[in-house]
């Protein structure tokens, strides 16, 4: 063979192949196992870069190896595509962020393309648009009608820059991880999950996930936060009142000095 591989024009003609006989599309098939393979779903920032090729190729080798072994695969794509990063970044190029998302999306989409993964893009979705939402936003008024979803006063690491609440691991060095600016510590009223309710039934489904490496699972039974104590009553001196603590160490009460309240108790 003395001509050079032409990857763009043979791969092309593959990719087109392939969409035409939509190799990667799944319907329903009772004669064969099913095995479903989701990877992250990006971000729509743009353009993809390395990252966005390493994760995808990987979940790629996955479904085609699946789907070799004789699997019915479902292999989707979507973007996680809300929030306050796509309303920021808009303001900046004085645009829609409709607009600028769905430029984003179409763009990275169009990369994605080009990479021939065993995606089945029949089954899209993306976060923003409300065919999608509307499901979420039904579960919220489910969990709220049933009391899993409250409100109430707390704590958060707020962006003095994209003016948005971050995450612990958003934070770094006390400075938002893409501003840059310090982190202020802010009460505010926000919304919660009684995620305390199935502790336990979380817990345990951590232990199944042998295959998962010992640090992830750590910081997932830490997210959990479920802790083993007592509840105790000290008297204050001098009063009628008494200071109620939490502790998961009763042991320690006989060699304890004194009682540090926080400032805001």
Not at 53 to 70: C, E, H, I, M, Q
Not at 119 to 130: F, G, L, N, Q
Not at 143 to 156: C, D, W
Not at 207 to 213: K, S
Request: hydrophobic share 35%; charged share 30%.
């Amino acid at each position: 063979m003395t001509e050079r591989y032409n990857i763009k024009e043979t791969e092309k003609k593959w990719r087109d192949v392939w969409t035409e006989r939509k190799c990667f599309e799944v319907t329903e098939d009772t004669s064969k196992p099913k095995s479903y393979v989701l990877a992250m779903l990006p971000y729509p920032s743009g353009r993809i870069h390395v990252g966005h090729v390493r994760n995808y190729t990987l979940s790629d080798v996955v479904a085609r190896y699946k789907k070799a072994k004789g699997f019915n695969v479902l292999n989707p794509m979507g973007w996680d595509a809300l929030g306050l990063p796509a309303e920021n970044a808009a303001m900046e190029r004085g645009t829609h962020p409709k607009d600028w998302t769905y430029d984003n999306i179409a763009q990275m989409k169009s990369q994605l393309l080009s990479m021939g993964l065993a995606i089945d893009w029949s089954r899209e979705v993306a976060t923003c648009d409300p065919d999608y939402y509307k499901h979420e936003q039904k579960m919220f008024i489910d969990f709220y009608k049933k009391g899993l979803a409250y409100q109430k006063e707390s704590v958060v690491n707020w962006d003095p820059v994209e003016d948005t609440v971050l995450a612990n691991e958003q934070v770094v060095d006390g400075k938002g991880w893409r501003s840059g600016a310090p982190v202020e510590r802010r009460k505010m009223y926000q919304w919660f999950f009684k995620i305390t309710e199935y502790a336990d039934d979380l817990l345990k489904g951590i232990e199944g996930l042998d295959r998962w490496p010992d640090k992830v699972r750590t910081m997932q039974h830490n997210w959990i936060g479920k802790s083993t104590g007592m509840n105790a009553s000290f008297p204050i001196n001098g009063t009628d009142e008494t200071l109620n603590i939490y502790t998961t160490r009763p042991d320690t009460f006989y060699g304890a000095s004194f009682f540090a309240m926080a400032a805001d108790h």
